[in-house]
């Protein structure tokens, strides 16, 4: 559909659209929990402290770094964002504790498996010693890059950084852990398995350790959402009850029952409805509190991650959404187990929470660059289908019915058939499609007909928005209607998510804000996979599966009188709440890789220092890790352009272009550059 109607306010009554207007429709307000915003020039911009005299403007920024030749698509990583944000979930427990007088203290532990880029990691090492946080790890290289990154950051000692070691563990994992200990490490790995219990005791008694041992319990409350399964008995990790009650037995056995420090449960991530949090909570505290009654040594409990990000800004109980606060969040846990405890006269535990996605999903934004539309036209070119008509009947064929149809629905159009129009249009271009797959419509009848039926259907719903009343029937045309904007990202590398669990994102341009943005259109990327494509948006009410967006702005170019549009003024987008998961999980799919990745820091005035530039993959890279050998492939290129030269198929000059063009290609960047 061409047009969108606004409902904005400011729209309603000036008539002119404003930067307010964008931000409303956009729901800026709603998912940037303050970190993003929208500036009076209509740019978008990020607050990375949630003050807004200290704001920074994207589109700006991506003026300043074309400038210094770093190109779109670029994930941009906000430093003070990632701070504000772990200092906020400090401040909601450190609140909670004072409010309730709960003793026992809190620490958040990064899992790494989030986001392990050094960058991020590093500076959430470096910020969790002052914060009392610490990191997780739950394989092999996880734990080896923990352990670099907490003595780093100066983590050491047994009372230093806290390093929970989750996931199954090997026999030579575990020894590393029992020689992390003896080197000084406030490390606990947690028993995911009994096996790994008997693996510590036996290398803990060899290196004479007294370590430091959690279990994860299986928890009879269910987790909720798409991670549901982490919980409950059917979950891959943890101990049933039965088999904690052993490994108590078992440590007491080995005289280690005082090793027992750490309880620990993970019933999901993206935990949307607090009921669920609470309920596993309860369980576990109670749990905690019978064991410590047995004489566990217990001193901690584990709560694991499922904190949640609000993505689509609707404060609901559904996948993109959570129906809490950080500030409810903490409050709940608090109170849950502080009551267990008191009840059961056992001392306040130190709360862990694994708090990934909630710590680092704020601090990334994708910027990405439209290379393109595809629209369906409102208006047919009628002399056009004429003239392809009468060539028709020229060449001694008949203009098929259904087009002849089709048309005489598009002339009598008024606001009195609208519903009868569609009936009629959708079966003559259901009838014209039969006709041209048995063989009886010719190619440019079908052309015909496709024309006409995306016209009546831009102006049926033209007629049905100004008479205000929108019949059932329509209820899809507009989405069906809608532009395909092309866009120079791999969905597959830089928002998996999107793909495979169907995650949303909140997307919107970064600049024209103060313009009416007057298409809908989906999203689709540069891969050749029709999955490639973005094609529901972030709304607070409904299920939105296409997004407003400007009209792109040609560029006319004349050559020998001919005025011909090769290309568009730059338009880009933003896609936000980019920085859990996604880095990771992207894939090579078509061999794009990683994009370009800028770290900013903002001064206090708003003005942004880059302070890392992480370039992205080039084509060079992509093809040697999936073992192409590049000196080869150079090699055959030249050999062919010279035999090529040899035999006049291609001038000298022309080989030494192509060539050229070849070696410039595999050092460039895996997306289309400028
Ligand atoms: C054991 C464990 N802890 C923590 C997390 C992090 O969860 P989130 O990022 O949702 O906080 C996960 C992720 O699934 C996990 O499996």
Known sequence: MATITSSSKNAFITGRWTAEDSARLYGVADW???????NARGHATVMPTKDPSRQVDLHEVVQGLRE????????LRFNNILEHRLREIRKAFDDAMAEQSYTGGYSCIYPIKVNQQRHVCEQIASLAAGLNFGLEAGSKPELLAVLGLSAAAGGVGVNGMPIICNGFKDSEFIET?????????NIIPVVEKFSELELIVRHAKAYNVKPRIGVRVKLSSRGAGRWESSAGARS????????VLRAVEFLRAHDMLDCLNLLHCHVGSQLYDIRVLKNAINELAHIYTELHRMGAGLTTIDIGGGMGVDYDGSQSAWSSSINYSVQEYAADVVYRIKAVCDDARVPHPLIMSESGRAMVAYSSVLILDVLGSSKFEADPDLPRIEAMMKAETERGGEVPQPVLDLLESYRNLTDRNLLETYHDC??????AMSLFSLGYMSLPMRAAAEQ???AIGHKLLERASRRGDLPDEFENLPDLLSDIYFCNFSLFQSMPDSWAIDQLFPICPIHRLNEEPTRRGILSDITCDSDGKIDHFVDKRIDKKALELHELRPIQEESNGTVTVTNYEPYYLGVFLLGAY??????????LGDTHAVHLSVGPDGSWTIEEVIEGDTVEEVLQYVQYDVKDLKDAMRRDIEVACRQGRLTLPEGKSLLKYYDDGLEGYTYLEE
């Open 32 to 38: 940037g929990k303050g970190y993003v915003g929208v």
């Open 68 to 75: 210094r030749g770093i190109h779109t698509p670029v994930l």
């Open 177 to 185: 852990v029992i020689l992390a200990t003896k080197l000084g490490r």
């Open 236 to 243: 891959k990790f943890g101990l049933f009850v039965s088999e």
């Open 426 to 431: 959708t079966q003559a271009r259901d009838e």
């Open 452 to 454: 006409l039926f995306w």
């Open 582 to 591: 996604q880095e990771i999980l992207g894939d090579l799919h078509n061999l």
